[in-house]
Every structure is written in C-alpha cells, then in structure tokens.
C-alpha cells in the first residue's frame, strides 16, 4: 500500500476519502483554491498546497497546478474524487507520467466509458441495449436539429462528456432548437472542457436505476447490487435509496448481468457504476461513470463495505478483498443530498457565509457525509453540494423515517438551501409511495417546495417571543424621560404592551404584546387571544409553545446585523427596524432584471431603446457551472443596461432596467 494520498478535490468529496485514507495509516495531502484556505477537507489533511485562485478552472480542475502539487508533496498516489477530473483520462495519464498512482481505472478505459457517445457505440456492438438515439460525429446545429426531428420529439440533449445534468435540456418541440443547442454547447464546454453533445430519445418519467461495479488486475469483476437514483431535479439526483423497491426478480437480473457485461468488456479496473433507465419492465443503457459516485454511502451500507478502502486497495495492486458470493445485501439504505440552493426559485443554486452548522451525532443507522463548517462561504465557483444526510435501517419504511428525523436535526443557516424541501420529500418517502420516477419531484413541486411561511402568524409571534427573551424592544426610536411619554409599553390601569417591529425574511411586521412574565407573551387579536411560552435548552436551541401549534423546538442564531430563527428546516432572516424611519417597498412596479444569485455575465441580449415582451430573455449568467437565462417580468422598453459580458455580479445586482409601455410619453 502507498503512504501518502494526494486527494484532488475539496468539500465533503475530499472529506470522506481521507477519512478512509487516514484510517488505513496513510498520509493525506489536500489542495485548496484561495477561497478555500480554511476549508474542513484543509483542516482535515496532514498537509496541503495552493492551487491556484477560485475559479474551477484555474485550480481544482488545473492539471498542471494539481501535478506541481503532487510533485511538491511527493505524493505516490493520487485519488480524484468523484468530479470531473476522475473521468479525465488526460489527468490519469498526468497522475502515471508524474510518478504516482491513479486511483481509478487506467486512461484508455476512462476516455473509453467518459465520451457518452463512444460508450453508446461500444455498448451497441455488445449488445446492451441503449436509448435510441445519435451519438455521431456530425456536430453542427444543421446536423443535430435533423437527427432530432427524425429521432422524435420528446428528446434529451446531453454533453457527450461529463454528467452532474449539467449541459442537459429537453427539447418538447421543435421551437428555438438553435438556442438550446448552443446553450448546452456553452454549458458542456464550461464544465468538461468538451462542447460534444448526443441525442436521446426522452422516455417519459422512467425510473432511473444503477449498478456498483468493481474490478481488479487480475480479472476480477464483482457487483454490489443496485441503487434507485429516480429522485432528481434539473436532471440531478437528490435522494437515493439502495436497494430499488418495487424491481422485479427480471429486471434486476436483467440490470445486473447487462452492468457485469460492461465491465468485463473493457476488463475494467476500479468502482464504477453502469446507470439504466427502466420503463414498463424495459431497461436501456445510458452511461458508464467511470468513479466512485456521489450516491455510494447507501450501498456501503446496504452491503457493509468501505468502497473507498475497494479503491485504494485496487489501485496498490491487490486483488478485490471479496467474492461476489461473500458480498451480501442486507437492509436499507437512504441518502439526501443538502445543497445550497433555492427550491422556491426552481433549485437556483445561492451562496454566502455558512454562519451556523449541526447535523445529526453520527449512531447506529445514520450517517454524515459533510464537507463545510461555519464560518466557511459558498461561493459560485464549485458545485453547491454541502452534505450528504444518510440513513439505514432493516427496512425501507424505518430507514425512511430514520432519514426525515435525521433532516430534523440538521440546521444550516446562511445561505438558502433545500433543507425544507429534503423533510418533505422524505415525508412522500413515508407516505406509501413504493415507487417513484424521474418526474416525481416536477409534478409535486408545489407541495414540496411548500415551507414556512412568514405570514403565518403563529411563526411571527415565535419571532416576537425570541425579540422578547432576547431584551429588544424594536419600536424604540428614542430614550424619552417620563413614563406618561415612554415606549417602553407602560400604560395606566392597562397591561403593559410591547410593539414589535421587525423584518422576517424582507418581510415588515409590526406586532403588539402584553408581557405575561419573563418567558411568556400575550397576544390580543380582534376575536381570539393567543400566548407564546418558552425557554433556552442551549446556546442555540430553544423550546417554543404557541396555542396554535404543538411545542416546537427552533435553533436561533445572533449575528451583528440580524437574528436568524430556524423552523423546519428553513432559516428565516429577522433584523429589527427603527418603527420610525424604517420603510419597506413591498411593491415590485418596476421592471427591473435583477440577478438572483452571484455569477458571471455571459450573454446581453438587450440593446438601450429595444422593446421587449414580458419574459423575453435579456441576460445569461452563469453559475456554478450552469447557465440561468433572465428575462424581462414586464411588456416594454429597455431604459439601461447595466452590465456587460464577464462581469462577476452579486446577487440582487441590477443587470437590465425596463420601463412599462404605460409608463413611455
């Protein structure tokens, strides 16, 4: 066995390979970008180097700054992770030619299964089946719009390098397909530095199933059952479970002898995972990872093993350390992906400072895959991944609510994320659904994406409670001196009353209360009265009991310029106003085209004076390795622009001014 590891790859990746590394005895060394300095996979390793500035490119994914790094840490081996660098037979060969080990299968194998379009070719003339489609080399627009009208409509675009759904996009009709192709055209080249792209023939809500593979130098080739990776929003996963319920006998076997095919094919070396689509007891081939995938846990669970100490073994030269009949498949296992993104603003990743972090105690049946701390910023440059939430049981239904409690304890606030939107997916996961589909999580957005709400008035009046215990009087505009002119809620022959006012996520509230003691307040409505009791459990958690709903505890977190009350899985932003002075213009007239997340200008598409139709697309940014076109919310003129192409813009940033037709002379 090698002594010391190089892991090519930050956040929780890079966390839970040295994490088994580490337990083996060997020497982990990290790389980190200039935003990453203080990272956890950085504080984890033994040591680590720069890499280079935040952007992807010009670090995490530079092949000569991460070689000059291994060369510097004398690293004999090195482990990509499982992001775009282990499907990049160019940096295996980078890894070999260096000097040290590539943890992973050898470049020819990689570049074999990782360009989509060969993997098709490779696949028909073996005889799995695939989805029909085209995978040629034709590329011009011309080309692919004519493959698509012959293939049928519905179809998938999809780069022919890389995965993750970036670069991917439906097309229902044959409507702007130029645009779409070159969307996918941009988005592919950004994040595999390959503008290939394939055509598929889009099954309707199938079921998306894969196979854990693995082999040696010596032949060996075994499976570790399967995983149903059917739950995904913009073609990305968001919970896996292992086994698939409701497979049957034929299909599994079916799945299985098709991905043991594959890899003995190309006498294949390492993890990998040959992924299906399953529709009406029909399944088809669509890719090969060549790499431990992000959904692994659930099978080392469902199989007890460490697949990454698999890996690391392989690599060394030694044979598989089991036999296909010593591999076992016991229980159940679930595993929620938590990002940093907005589900109410269809999954637009967000950002900024993480400025508190708990998820569950690891215990019997859960586990945590984290890669960030607080104090740590998410920022546009990486994947918005945070943690991977996982939970195992004997069953499905008690691993299910495993997880949903797990979701329960894990608090993160800072930037928005899908926490809410993870409870209640697993709540569908509890609710008797045996089987979900591709398309699951689109025909019940609304009720999933459902959370708190800060009209609610039962969670305005938690918000008045914690302002309460926490001494603030937040219509205080002035120290005055008499009592007869105090607004500190002293009344004659009245109860006392406190006016809260306060914003709860950009949202003004003004609230009054009558103090019942330290820990208790009243308040008064037009037909109904209502109290709010409590007390602090730690630092940060409190216990809450409202007449309207059961006792609740909520996490609560001070900053210099605000509060943030955690409920449910949602962080609300509370700051306090000055009741005099402080105004708020809830009313959005204007036709402004705001950045919704931090990223970079990549297109303008608006000319000064133009007119525009409501949701004409004005401006392209990029973030996190995707595109997010922006168009106009009115019919009118456009009065300014206000950036240009590769600007680096923050969010709420004002791209594009519109003026309402109304509003023109």
Not at 79 to 104: K, M, N, R, T, W
Not at 247 to 272: F, M, N, P, Q, W
Not at 428 to 440: H, K, M, N, V
Request: aromatic fraction near 6%; hydrophobic fraction near 40%; charged fraction near 20%.
């Amino acid at each position: 066995m090698f002594d010391k590891l190089l892991v090519a790859n930050r956040g929780e990746i890079a966390c839970r390979i040295m994490r088994t590394a580490q337990r083996l005895g060997i020497s982990c060394t990290a790389i980190y970008s200039d935003s990453d300095q203080t990272a956890l996979h950085v504080k984890q390793a033994d040591e680590a180097f720069r890499v280079g500035p935040n952007a992807a490119t010009d670090s995490y994914l530079s092949t000569e700054h991460i070689i000059d790094a291994v060369r510097r840490s004398n690293a004999n081996a090195v482990h990509p992770g499982y992001g775009f660098l282990s499907e990049d037979p160019l940096f295996a060969a980078a890894c070999i030619e260096a000097g040290a080990i590539f943890v992973g299968p050898t470049p020819a194998q990689i570049e074999m299964m990782a360009n989509k379009a060969t993997a098709r070719k490779e696949m028909e003339s073996i005889g799995v089946p695939v989805v029909p489609g085209y995978h040629g080399p034709q590329q011009d627009n011309t080309a692919l719009i004519k493959q698509i009208h012959k293939i049928g409509f519905p179809v998938i675009v999809k780069p022919s390098a890389g995965g993750g759904g970036k670069g991917m996009r439906v097309a229902a009709t044959g409507d702007d397909l130029d645009h779409l192709l070159d969307t996918c055209r941009r988005e592919a080249l950004s994040a595999f530095n390959d503008a290939g792209l394939i055509i598929e023939r889009f099954l309707e809500n199938p079921r998306h199933i894969e196979v854990q593979v693995f082999g040696d130098t010596y032949g060996n080739t075994v499976h570790f059952y399967e995983r149903d990776c059917s739950l995904q929003r913009r073609h990305q996963k968001v919970i896996e479970e292992a086994p698939a319920r409701e497979l049957s006998s034929r299909v599994r076997e079916g799945l299985i002898a098709c991905a043991l095919t594959v890899t003995k094919a190309i006498d294949y070396h390492g993890a990998g995972t040959v992924e299906f689509l399953v529709k009406d007891e029909l399944f088809y081939f669509i890719e090969m990872n060549t790499r431990l995938q992000v959904e692994h846990p659930v099978t080392e669970l469902i199989t007890q093993t460490d697949l990454v100490e698999w890996q690391l073994r392989v690599a060394a030269g030694q044979p598989l350390p089991m036999t296909q009949e010593e591999i076992h498949c016991r229980g159940h296992a679930v595993q929620a992906r938590l990002y940093a993104e907005d589900p109410t603003r269809d999954f637009l990743p967000t950002g900024g400072e993480v400025v508190f972090a708990q998820f569950p105690q690891p215990r019997a049946g859960i586990r945590v895959d984290n890669g960030v701390k607080a104090g740590d910023v998410i920022g546009i440059d990486y994947d918005p991944m945070i943690a991977k939430i996982i939970a195992y049981d004997s069953d499905a239904t008690t691993a299910w609510s495993k997880l949903h409690k797990a979701l329960t304890q894990t608090w993160l606030a800072g930037p928005k994320t899908n926490l809410s939107f993870l409870s209640n997916l697993s709540n569908a996961g509890l609710s008797g659904i045996d089987l979900f589909d591709t398309g699951f999580i689109s025909r019940h957005h609304n009720k999933l994406t459902a959370g708190p709400d800060p009209n609610n008035p039962a969670i305005q009046r938690i918000a008045c409670w914690l302002l309460y215990t926490l001494g603030l009087r937040a219509a205080a505009a002035q120290t005055l001196d008499t009592a007869w002119q105090s607004n500190d809620g002293w009344r004659t022959n009245l109860p006392a009353e406190i006016h809260f006012r306060f914003l709860l996520d950009e949202q003004l509230i003004d609230l009054s209360a009558c103090p019942i003691d330290a820990n208790q307040l009243s308040f008064v409505g037009e037909q109904t009265t209502h109290s709010v009791a409590g007390e602090w459990l730690t630092a940060n958690r409190l216990k809450v009991t409202d007449s309207d709903d059961p006792s609740l505890e909520i996490t609560a977190v001070e900053r210099t310029t605000g509060y943030y009350l955690g409920m449910s899985g949602h962080f609300f932003r509370l700051v306090v106003t000055d009741g005099l002075t402080t105004q708020v213009d809830k009313a959005i007239t204007s036709g402004n085209v705001n950045a919704p997340m931090a990223g970079r200008v990549i297109d303008v598409r608006a000319t000064p004076g133009m007119q525009v139709q409501a949701g004409t697309i004005l401006v392209v940014i990029e973030a996190m390795k995707m595109e997010h076109h922006l168009a106009s919310p009115i019919t009118g003129h456009i009065a300014s622009i206000e950036t240009s192409i590769g600007q680096l813009v923050s969010e709420a940033h004002t791209l594009v001014k519109v003026t309402p037709l109304e509003s023109l002379d």
